[in-house]
C-alpha cells in the first residue's frame, strides 16, 4: 500500500532465490549423477505443469531420498507458486522436500489456491532515508532485475511519531534464518549451485506495465503516500483518463503521524473526477491503543474537510498489530471512527497476516480489500479470477504500474474493484419514523419506515418489542421490507434502502402481560439471520398500550365514488379533547392514504351487547362516507381511531372489480365508428382518464383513440355492478373518426380505458370488445346543390353494401358550423344506371342510388351548410357528405325612384338574396345622406320577377319573387332642396324593420 510494500516485495524475492538456490542445488546433483543439466522457466498464469508444489506446515526443512519423488517447494504467492509448477522434474531419483512455515490458510479451496502463506516482513512506519539505502543494497545483491528504488519523503519521515522497523537488512536475515534448508547431498560444488540459483532468480521478477495495458489486470484504483508527493494534477487527469476510478490516499498512522501530501493529492483526484478513498496504518495491538488511533483518524478526516460517509480502510499488515483480540481491537477502531460520524469502513490485509480472518470479520469479505502480487497479473486471468471467487471486495494486485510517459518518476500501487467497494462511493446513512404503533386484537400492529445504508451488507430486517418497564425483550419479527413511495420522495431518498423500507407488522401479545408497562420498538438491519451480528438499529418512543379496543365494521362498502364505513369502537380511554377519525390504510405499503374526522353517533345496542363497561360505550357508533379519488382501495383495511392513543383496525378489503358493456359498435358515415356502452371499474380511483381506443385486429395496429367524459347509467348503479367505483356515471356515448385509414373488412375491436396519464398510457385498465367486421365503405357524389327559388335541388347518388328492403332513404341539410341537422327529407332511390357502368357495380344498390330531391329552406340558415345522404337499416346509419356549401348572394336593382308633386317617394325595383330565408319581411327605406338620417320607410311584398329568375341572379333564394313595384313613401315636410338621398332595401327578421337585416344601398340622388 506504501513504502512497507516495497519491502515487502523484496521479501518475496529474497525468500524466492534462497529457494531457488536451494532448487538450483538439488538440480545439479541430479545433473551431475546423472550427466544432464535442464532448466525451465514459466511465469504467473500459465498452464499447468509435471510438476506440483505444495506447502506443508513444519517450521523445520529435512531432506530425504526415495525412488521416484517429486520436488516441493513453498512459494511466497500464487505467482511463485506457478513458477514452481513450471519446473521440470528430473529423471534422478533423489528428491529434495523443502517445507516453510504456514502462517494462514483461506476457508474455501478457491481461496487456497491464490493464498499469500508466507511471513512477510512489513514496515512498521514510513521508512528513514538510512533504511532506504540499506534496503537498495539488499536488493541489488539478491537480483538485478528485482531492484526497486523508493525514495521516502523527508518531511513525512520528519513527523512520524511512531517508532521505525528494525533495520531491515536484519529483518530480511531473520526471516532467511527461519527458512534455512538442511540439504543433504554427495561430492557437490557449492559454488556451481549459488551460480544456478543466483540465474533462476534472476529470470522471475514482477512485470512492470502501463496502467491502461488491457494485457493487464484493469487498474480501478490506485493508492498514495506520501513518497508519490511527485503526482501532479496533469498525473490524475491522466489516470482518470485510462480508467482508474479511485485515489485511495494515505491519511495518518499510529496516533500522531499525519501524511503531508494527503491535502494535495485528495485536491488533485477530487478535480479530476476520481472518487477519493482513505486508510490508517493500523499499529494498535489493544483495545485503548484502537480507540486512540481511530480519533486521531477521526480528527484527521474531519480537519481535511472529509464528508461523514468517505470510505475508510484500516489497513492490517504490521506485525504491530499481532494480537489474539485483533477482533476487539479493530472493532474499537471503527467504534471511535462511528461516534465521530465516520461509519463506511472497510479492511485491507494480505494473505500472510496472521489474524486476517479476525479482521474480516469486522466487516466481511466483501468489504475487504485483498493484497497479493503475480508476476503477470494478465487480465482474466488465473489470480484475478480466484479472487473474486473467493468473495473479496477488491484485490490490490501489483505495485509495478506506472503512468505512460511518467515512467521516471515512480512506479504505483494498482488494484482491481471486484464489487464496486473501490468504485462507488457508499454512505452510511439511516433515517425512519414508527408511522403508528396500535393494539389490533391480541397483538401490537407496528407500521413505520427505516431505511440504512448499512441494510446493504445487514440484510435481515427485524422490529424487536422490548419492555422498557420490565428491562427485557418479549421478542422480535423478521420482516421484508416493502415499497414506500412517500419516503423515496423525501429527505431520505438518497439512503440505500429508501424505496424499500416500510414494514407492517404484527407482534403477538399472547400470554405477555403489558398493563402498565412501557414499550418500546427497535426497527433492525443485521448481517445474522436471527437478528444479532453487526446491526444497525432505531428506536421509538415509549408506549404504555392499556386495555384492547373492542368494535365491529358493520359495512365497508363502495357506494358511487366514495366508501362507506359504518360499525363502532368502545374503548376505556379518556376521549374528552380527542378527535375521533377513520383511516383507509395501504396493506402494502403500510401507508394512510385518506383520513376523514367523525362525530360519533349513538350505539345503544352495544351497550346492550355487553360492552357497558366501556365509557364511551353509548356513543360508540360511526357512520361516514370517505371519498375514494385518487386512492388505491385495490388492498386496503380501515383503522378507527382516537387520537392516537386508541385504533381499531378492520379486516383487509380487496375493491378490484370491473364490470362493462358494449351497447353498440357501428360505423356511420363511412370512416365513423359510433361506439355506446359502459365501463366501471374499482381501479378508476387512481386512474381518472377514461379513453375508447379503436385497435385494427386485422392490421395489428391502433387506428384512433378519444378521451370522453363518462356519462350517468342509473341502470348500471342499479345493477350487479352497482358496488363498483363510480358505475352510476361509467357510460360512453361517442362518435370516432377514423380518418383515411383503410378498414373495408377487417376485423375492428374497441377498447374502454381508464389510465394515470393524460394520454392513455401509463397504468390502466382496459375492456375490449367483442369483434366487428366492416363491410365496404358507402361512396356516392352529390351532382348538384343548388338553389331554385325558395327551394334547394339536391341531385346525385349513393351506393352501399348495408342497404336491404326496409332501409329508409333520406337526405339532411346540416348547418356546418353546429353540426345541427336543419332539415330533413326522405326519398325514394332513382336508377342509375351510369354509376354500375362507371365502376361501382360491385355495390348492391349499384343501379338503384340516384337521388333528385327538392328541399324546402324557408326558415333556415343556408349560408353554411353540408348535404348528408343517409341509409338507415335497423338503427344502424350509412352516409355520404357533401362539401360545405355557402348561400350568402345578395343582390338587386333600382329600376325607378323619384319624388312627385306632394312630396311622395315612388321606388320600383328587386332585391334578391338567401339571407331571406330567416328575413321574411321587405322594406323600402329613404335616407337623406346628407342630414345623415332617415326620412321613412315602408313595408312591402316582394312581387313575381320571371326576369330576375332568368338573369345572372337566378341561383339566388327567391329571385322569381323579389320584385318591388312603385312602392310609396309620403316624405311630407322631411324633404329640403339640395339634399342627397338614397333608397335602401331590406330583408330582416323585425316586423318593424330593424332586428337582424340584409341591406342594398342604392347610389344617391339629389333633390
Not at 529470470?203 to 503526482?231: C, E, K, M
Amino acid at each position: 500500500m506504501d513504502y512497507r510494500r516495497k519491502k515487502r516485495a523484496l521479501s518475496h524475492y529474497r525468500k524466492a532465490n534462497k529457494k531457488r538456490f536451494l532448487l538450483a542445488s538439488s538440480v545439479t546433483m541430479m545433473a551431475f549423477s546423472t550427466g544432464m543439466y535442464t532448466t525451465q522457466v514459466a511465469k504467473a498464469d500459465q498452464t499447468e505443469t509435471t510438476t506440483q508444489v505444495q506447502q506443508q506446515t513444519v517450521e523445520t526443512t529435512q531432506a530425504t531420498t526415495e525412488e521416484k519423488t517429486k520436488l516441493t517447494l513453498n512459494t511466497e504467492n500464487s505467482s511463485q507458486k506457478t513458477a514452481a509448477e513450471n519446473e521440470g522434474q528430473t529423471e534422478n531419483d533423489t528428491t529434495v522436500t523443502t517445507t516453510a512455515t504456514e502462517n494462514m490458510q483461506l476457508q474455501d479451496t478457491e481461496e487456497s489456491k491464490v493464498t499469500d502463506t508466507t511471513q512477510t516482513v512489513e514496515a512498521k512506519a514510513e521508512p528513514t532515508e538510512t533504511e532506504t539505502n540499506k534496503q537498495e543494497n539488499v536488493t541489488t545483491q539478491l537480483t538485478d532485475k528485482a531492484q526497486t528504488t523508493v525514495e521516502a519523503d523527508k518531511q513525512e519521515t520528519q513527523q512520524t511519531t511512531q517508532p521505525t522497523a528494525s533495520n531491515e537488512v536484519t529483518a530480511m536475515q531473520e526471516t532467511a534464518t527461519k527458512n534455512t534448508f538442511t540439504v543433504q547431498t554427495a561430492a557437490f560444488t557449492q559454488n556451481v549451485a549459488n551460480n544456478v540459483a543466483v540465474s533462476l532468480a534472476a529470470t522471475l521478477t514482477p512485470d512492470h506495465f502501463n496502467i491502461g495495458d488491457s494485457n493487464y489486470t484493469r487498474a480501478d484504483a490506485v493508492d498514495l503516500a506520501s513518497y508519490q508527493s511527485w503526482l501532479t494534477q496533469a498525473d490524475f487527469n491522466k489516470l482518470k483518463q485510462l480508467g482508474v476510478k479511485t485515489a485511495i490516499v494515505k491519511i495518518t498512522q499510529g496516533t500522531g503521524y499525519v501524511n503531508p501530501a494527503a491535502s494535495k493529492q485528495i485536491e488533485y483526484a477530487r478535480k479530476a473526477g476520481l472518487n477519493v478513498a482513505v486508510y490508517h496504518y493500523a499499529t494498535f495491538d489493544n483495545t485503548s491503543a484502537g480507540h486512540a488511533e481511530g480519533q486521531h483518524a477521526a480528527n484527521t478526516m474531519q480537519n481535511f474537510g472529509l464528508s461523514k460517509d468517505t470510505l475508510i480502510f484500516a489497513d492490517m499488515e504490521d506485525e504491530s498489530t499481532y494480537s489474539v483480540n485483533a477482533q476487539a481491537n479493530l472493532n474499537r477502531f471503527w467504534s471511535a471512527l462511528s461516534a465521530n460520524g465516520f461509519t463506511n469502513h472497510a479492511v485491507y490485509t494480505g494473505g500472510s497476516y496472521l489474524y486476517r480472518d479476525a479482521v474480516i470479520a469486522t466487516v466481511g469479505r466483501d468489504r475487504t480489500w485483498i493484497a497479493q502480487y503475480p508476476y503477470t497479473p494478465a487480465r482474466g486471468g488465473h489470480y484475478e479470477q480466484q479472487w473474486r471467487n473467493a468473495g473479496y471486495g477488491a484485490w490490490q494486485f501489483a505495485s509495478t504500474a506506472y503512468i505512460p510517459g511518467r515512467e521516471s518518476m515512480g512506479s504505483l500501487d494498482v488494484s482491481h474493484d471486484f464489487t464496486g467497494l473501490l468504485t462507488t462511493p457508499v454512505k452510511n446513512q439511516e433515517a425512519g419514523n414508527f408511522d403508528e404503533i396500535t393494539l389490533n386484537g391480541n397483538g401490537i400492529n407496528i407500521r413505520g419506515w427505516h431505511a440504512a445504508d448499512l441494510s446493504a451488507s445487514r440484510g435481515h430486517a427485524y422490529v424487536i418489542v422490548y419492555d422498557k418497564s420490565a428491562g427485557k425483550e418479549l421478542g422480535r419479527v423478521a420482516y421484508t421490507p416493502t415499497y414506500r413511495q412517500d419516503v423515496a420522495n423525501s429527505y431520505a431518498k438518497n439512503i440505500y434502502n429508501a424505496a424499500n423500507s416500510g414494514f407492517n407488522v404484527n407482534f403477538s401479545l399472547a400470554g405477555i402481560d403489558i398493563s402498565g408497562h412501557e414499550l418500546q420498538f427497535i426497527a433492525r438491519y443485521s448481517d445474522a439471520a436471527n437478528g444479532e451480528g453487526n446491526h444497525t438499529d432505531m428506536w421509538s418512543k415509549g408506549y404504555v398500550l392499556l386495555k384492547n379496543e373492542v368494535g365491529n365494521f358493520d359495512e365497508v362498502k363502495v357506494v358511487g365514488d366514495q366508501l362507506h364505513v359504518s360499525g363502532w369502537h368502545a374503548t376505556d380511554r379518556d376521549l374528552n379533547g380527542v378527535t375521533s377519525s377513520l383511516q383507509i390504510i395501504d396493506n402494502q405499503t403500510g401507508r394512510v392514504l385518506r383520513t376523514v374526522n367523525y362525530s360519533a353517533v349513538a350505539r345503544p345496542d352495544v351497550v346492550k351487547n355487553g360492552y357497558a363497561s366501556y365509557k364511551n360505550a353509548a356513543n360508540s357508533g360511526f357512520d361516514v362516507y370517505i371519498p375514494l379519488n385518487g386512492l388505491d382501495i385495490s388492498n386496503i383495511k380501515v383503522v378507527a381511531k382516537y387520537g392516537s392513543i386508541a385504533a381499531l383496525s378492520s379486516r383487509d378489503y380487496h375493491f378490484d372489480h370491473e364490470a362493462n358493456y358494449f351497447d353498440d359498435i357501428s360505423i356511420r358515415n363511412g370512416n365513423q365508428l359510433h361506439v355506446s356502452g359502459w365501463h366501471a371499474a374499482d381501479r378508476a380511483t387512481t386512474r381518472p382518464h377514461t379513453f375508447l381506443i379503436v385497435f385494427d385486429k386485422t392490421a395489428g395496429r391502433e387506428l384512433a383513440r378519444v378521451s370522453y367524459t363518462a356519462l350517468d347509467r342509473n341502470d348500471v348503479a342499479n345493477s350487479f355492478a352497482g358496488g363498483i367505483y363510480q358505475a352510476g356515471k361509467s357510460g360512453f356515448d361517442t362518435v370516432i373518426s377514423l380518418g383515411n385509414a383503410d378498414i373495408t373488412e377487417h376485423e375492428l375491436q374497441v377498447v374502454a380505458r381508464y389510465s394515470d396519464v393524460t394520454n392513455g398510457e401509463g397504468n390502466r385498465t382496459d375492456a375490449w370488445s367483442r369483434p366487428i367486421v366492416v363491410a365496404k365503405r358507402d361512396t356516392g357524389f352529390f351532382d348538384e346543390v343548388r338553389l331554385v327559388n325558395d327551394k334547394l335541388h339536391v341531385r346525385g347518388w349513393h351506393a352501399s353494401d348495408r342497404v336491404s328492403a326496409n332501409t329508409v332513404a333520406n337526405i339532411e341539410v346540416i348547418d356546418t358550423k353546429t353540426g345541427r341537422v336543419l332539415r330533413s327529407v326522405t326519398y325514394t332511390p332513382d336508377l342509375r344506371p351510369d354509376v354500375a357502368k362507371n365502376g361501382y357495380a360491385s355495390y348492391k344498390n349499384a343501379t338503384t342510388s340516384g337521388f333528385d330531391v327538392y328541399i324546402p329552406v324557408a326558415g333556415l340558415d343556408i349560408s353554411n351548410i353540408t348535404l348528408v345522404a343517409n341509409y338507415t337499416t335497423n338503427s344502424c346509419t350509412t352516409k355520404i357528405t357533401s362539401n360545405n356549401r355557402n348561400f350568402e348572394r345578395n343582390d338587386g336593382y333600382l329600376d325607378k325612384f323619384y319624388i312627385d308633386g306632394n312630396n311622395v317617394a315612388h321606388v320600383s325595383g328587386w332585391h334578391a338574396t338567401d339571407k331571406a330565408t330567416t328575413k321574411p319581411y321587405a322594406f323600402i327605406i329613404i335616407y337623406d345622406q346628407t342630414a345623415r338620417k332617415e326620412l321613412g320607410r315602408a313595408k312591402y311584398t316582394p312581387v313575381s320577377r320571371p326576369d330576375v329568375l332568368h338573369s345572372y341572379a337566378g341561383g339566388t333564394y327567391n329571385a322569381g319573387n323579389s320584385g318591388f313595384s312603385d312602392v310609396k313613401l309620403n316624405l311630407g315636410k322631411n324633404i329640403l332642396k339640395g339634399h342627397s338621398l338614397q333608397v335602401i332595401t331590406r330583408y330582416t327578421d323585425d316586423l318593424k324593420g330593424d332586428g337582424t337585416y340584409t341591406d342594398i344601398w342604392f347610389p344617391a340622388v339629389r333633390v
